[in-house]
């Protein structure tokens, strides 16, 4: 498996941080140090983490790279995700929000970077999201980045039968790297730079989450994805 350096870092000199905050999809620290070395993240940043969850990400981000990072996420207290950042002593640099994806309080061209782990699928996948809202938080020149639950390859006809009784309706927002490409590539807002499987991406979902649905998955049509891009 990768040697996620960074990470064991963190693991290792904020052992209770972590025992305390569990993460429950896929690992979002391995997923932010493998996105982060595909990207030219520098001090002084505005970052925007879509999806930032519990906000170890931004934690991850504020730490590592000196970028003032926007931690937005519908789902978790902004208060509870501040409190965190104040513990791990990035409260002047890591700023929560609770904003639902169609509805971002941020001003246009606003952010130099704006990343997603594990979430961007969950609202990305209407056609329209990408050039009426997302693309336009980002300066011209500006870097976006997402990792996802994703596919090797489309699905031709139906599910196969094998993982049918571990799939949720949610999980059609699974896509192949390629259908990524093509959904932001036709928009002719950014330049596509990486567009691929993320390596022994199944073996690392499945050390942290959705066993039964990756142990289900004979046919190998699971993985996570990554895509990369810079503002036209």
Request: with cysteine.
């Amino acid at each position: 498996m990768i040697d996620f350096k960074r990470c064991e870092k963190y693991y290792k000199n904020y052992s209770n941080f972590f025992e305390s905050n569990k993460m429950l999809g896929p690992n979002a620290m391995w997923l932010i140090e493998i996105l982060s070395e595909k990207m030219d993240l520098k001090p002084g940043m505005r970052v925007l983490d879509m999806g930032c969850g519990t906000g170890l990400t931004s934690i991850f981000l504020a730490k590592e790279f000196g970028v003032t990072v926007f931690a937005n996420d519908l789902w978790i207290s902004p208060s509870d995700n501040y409190k965190r950042f104040v513990e791990m002593g990035v409260d002047d640099k890591v700023f929560p929000i609770q904003a639902e994806a169609h509805a971002l309080p941020y001003a246009d061209n606003f952010f130099d970077v704006a990343i997603s782990i594990d979430a961007y699928h969950y609202f990305g996948t209407d056609e329209t999201y990408f050039p009426c809202h997302y693309s336009k938080l980002v300066k011209q020149g500006g870097q976006f980045g997402i990792i996802s639950p994703g596919l090797t390859r489309e699905f031709n006809d139906s599910l196969p039968e094998a993982i049918k009784p571990h799939w949720d309706p949610d999980m059609y927002t699974f896509h192949s790297s390629k259908w990524w490409h093509e959904m932001w590539g036709k928009t002719g807002l950014v330049d596509i730079i990486l567009a691929e499987d993320v390596p022994e991406g199944k073996a690392l979902w499945r050390s942290t989450a959705d066993f039964e649905l990756l142990d289900a998955d004979i046919e190998n049509y699971l993985t996570l994805v990554l895509m990369t891009a810079i503002k036209k």
